[in-house]
């Protein structure tokens, strides 16, 4: 086993059997990885390897397992668990050689790093005499496999025990005329599978254009929340997915919308797509009205050290500008000198055209007014309630 390097060293103890069943357990994980891949032709090719490898290994699986006990099957399983653990922190020198030749490599490790131990495992079956399979998986297992999945679960599994699942096999597949829209009429469109996911949702994440048409013109509601309590537009903000956006756009929906999970506002999301070089969503959003206001987009420049762009949008601030002065505040006792120019400009701006008394009492302290806004009952320029 010497020359295996660190899957000889993790398995020198294994009897026979026990190097199969290990085997066994990577070939699960292959399988898994392997529909994982993002590009169709990829994915149906790293499915068929793996499918071949574990059918090398189920003839003798059947047998090995066959003597086992389920709590016997149940330890085996713990401890592969516990060396393909070990064995992440050596890699096989053709993983490595995998990554130094492609760095894209890295961003595939849950496929690549089962992949050489499977490598290994074929070689130990080559020792024993054992033949490679051959062929090409069945059709309905192929299907399966290669379906487009989300956090892992195909619609079959994100949409099970719902209304939702016969509808939800007419999305993320393949049609025999392309542009051909699937019809939803009558579908439960309200309902929800895991995690809150929607139909409109299982259409972006696949990019199926034609499905998520159809199911606009459905009548399908674009300010109910969908995946993770967050609306579409929301969703599509966040993933910098424009044409989705301006198609809920264009039907109406609103830019303004909140959803549950942090930033929770569709414009905080296109804001950090923004920082990253991608602005077409925030752009979409405002030519559609999206509130800086609404958004509290004051609070986000502020919490992220970009001070000048609170500057920038002056003439829209509509807030409360007693909280934006405690804010400010707290942001200058602890800024770098690079910041305080913008931010004493602001708090210059707040004491003259809001009439904003600095230092600022805690906002616990101060009672607000009909409009929600904080008081500062000793301030001058403070309006009254």
Same mark, same amino acid.
């Given at each position: 086993?010497?020359? +295996? ?36 032709? &990829? ?19 059947? %047998? ?31 993983? %490595? ?17 089962p992949a050489s131990i499977a490598r290994r495992c074929d070689s130990l079956l080559d020792d024993m005499g054992i033949a490679r399979a051959e062929g090409t998986p069945p059709a309905d297992l192929l299907a399966a496999a290669t379906a487009f999945r ?34 939803? #009429?009558?579908?439960? @469109?309200? +309902? ?18 034609? #499905? ?20 579409? %537009? ?10 989705? @956006?301006?198609?809920?756009?264009? #039907? ?55 001070? +000048?762009?609170? &500057?920038?949008h002056w003439d829209e601030f509509g807030n409360d500008p007693v909280d934006l002065a405690w804010r400010v505040s707290s942001v200058l006792e602890r800024m770098t000198a690079r910041d305080i120019g913008a931010l004493e400009e602001i708090k210059r ?10 230092? %600022? #009492? ?24």
């Amino acid at each position: 086993m010497r020359d +295996q390097g660190m899957f000889g060293l993790m398995t020198m103890d294994m009897d026979i059997p026990a190097r199969i069943r290990f085997c066994g357990f990577v070939s699960g994980i292959l399988m898994s990885q392997a529909a994982e891949a993002a590009d169709p032709a &990829l994915r149906e090719n790293r499915v068929g390897e793996a499918w071949r490898y574990s059918e090398r290994l189920t003839p003798l699986l059947t %047998v090995i397992n066959s003597r086992l006990s389920a709590s016997e099957l149940e330890q085996s399983t713990r401890e592969h668990s516990q060396v393909m653990g070990l064995l992440s922190y050596a890699p096989d020198p053709w993983l %490595v050689e995998q990554m130094e030749q492609d760095t894209t490599a890295i961003a595939d490790l849950g496929y690549l790093f089962p992949a050489s131990i499977a490598r290994r495992c074929d070689s130990l079956l080559d020792d024993m005499g054992i033949a490679r399979a051959e062929g090409t998986p069945p059709a309905d297992l192929l299907a399966a496999a290669t379906a487009f999945r989300w956090s892992g679960k195909t619609g079959a599994e994100l949409f099970a025990d719902t209304g939702l699942l016969p509808w939800s096999a007419r999305i993320c597949v393949e049609r025999a005329t392309p542009l051909t829209a699937p019809d939803f #009429a009558g579908a439960p @469109l309200e +309902q929800r599978g895991i995690d809150g996911i929607s139909l409109l949702d299982w259409a972006m994440e696949c990019d199926d254009a034609e #499905a998520f048409a159809a199911l606009l013109d459905a009548g399908f509601n674009t300010d109910e929340k969908g995946q993770f309590g967050s609306p579409p %537009v929301f969703v599509a903000a966040d993933s910098n997915w424009p044409k989705f @956006l301006g198609r809920l756009l264009d #039907a109406g929906a609103n830019p303004n919308v909140l959803g549950d999970s942090f930033p929770n506002v569709p414009l905080r999301a296109a804001d950090f797509q923004k920082q990253d070089g991608h602005r077409e969503t925030w752009d979409m959003l405002r030519a559609a009205g999206a509130s800086l206001d609404y958004a509290n987009m004051w609070e986000h420049w502020l919490t992220f050290g970009r001070s +000048q762009e609170i &500057l920038d949008h002056w003439d829209e601030f509509g807030n409360d500008p007693v909280d934006l002065a405690w804010r400010v505040s707290s942001v200058l006792e602890r800024m770098t000198a690079r910041d305080i120019g913008a931010l004493e400009e602001i708090k210059r701006r707040l004491e003259t055209q809001h009439g904003v008394c600095f230092p %600022v #009492a805690s906002l616990m302290d101060l009672r607000r007014n009909d409009r929600g806004f904080y008081i500062q009952p000793d301030c001058p320029g403070e309006e009254t309630p």
